[in-house]
C-alpha cells in the first residue's frame, strides 16, 4: 500500500480521550486496512498504563499500526533535522522524518513543532 498514516502524541491523546473525529478516521482506515505509524517514542510520551488508555492499547494492537523503533540510522537522522531547525525535541523529529520519509500525512493536535522541524510534511489537524 502506497498511502498510510502516522501518529503523534496529540493524536494518542485525542484517541485516548475520544475527542473530535479522530476515532472515526481511524475506524475508517482500520477498515480499509490504511497503514498506520506511532514513533515507539510517542508511545512513551502518553503511556501510563491505566485503565482509561483502553481505547489507546486497542488501537496500539491492531495490525495495521506499527510502532516503529526509534534505530540509531534513524537517530543520526533525527539529528540532522534537530540541528537544521533549531529545535530540540526528538520524538516529534522522529514523527516528521517517518511522515517524511513515506509521504505520509501526520495527524496532529498541535502541529506547530513538526512544521518548524520538517515544513515538507502534510500535516491533518486533529
Not at 498514516?5 to 493524536?11: E, K
Not at 498506520?36 to 495490525?63: E, F, I, M
Amino acid at each position: 500500500m502506497d498511502h498510510g498514516y502516522v501518529l503523534d502524541s496529540g493524536a494518542l491523546i485525542a484517541v485516548e480521550k475520544s475527542t473530535g473525529n479522530l476515532r472515526k478516521k481511524l475506524d475508517h482506515l482500520r477498515r480499509r486496512n490504511t497503514p498506520v505509524l506511532v514513533s515507539a517514542g510517542v508511545v512513551a510520551q502518553v503511556w501510563w498504563d491505566t485503565p482509561r488508555q483502553a481505547p489507546l492499547s486497542a488501537l496500539l494492537k491492531l495490525r495495521s499500526v506499527d510502532v516503529v523503533p526509534l534505530t540509531y540510522e534513524a537517530s543520526r537522522l533525527v539529528d540532522r533535522l534537530l540541528k537544521k531547525s533549531g529545535t530540540r525535541d526528538a520524538v516529534d523529529a522522529h514523527v516528521a522524518l517517518l511522515a517524511f520519509e513515506r509521504k505520509w500525512p501526520v495527524f496532529s493536535s498541535v502541529p506547530g513543532g513538526l512544521r518548524i522541524l520538517c515544513p515538507e510534511v502534510r500535516i491533518e489537524h486533529i
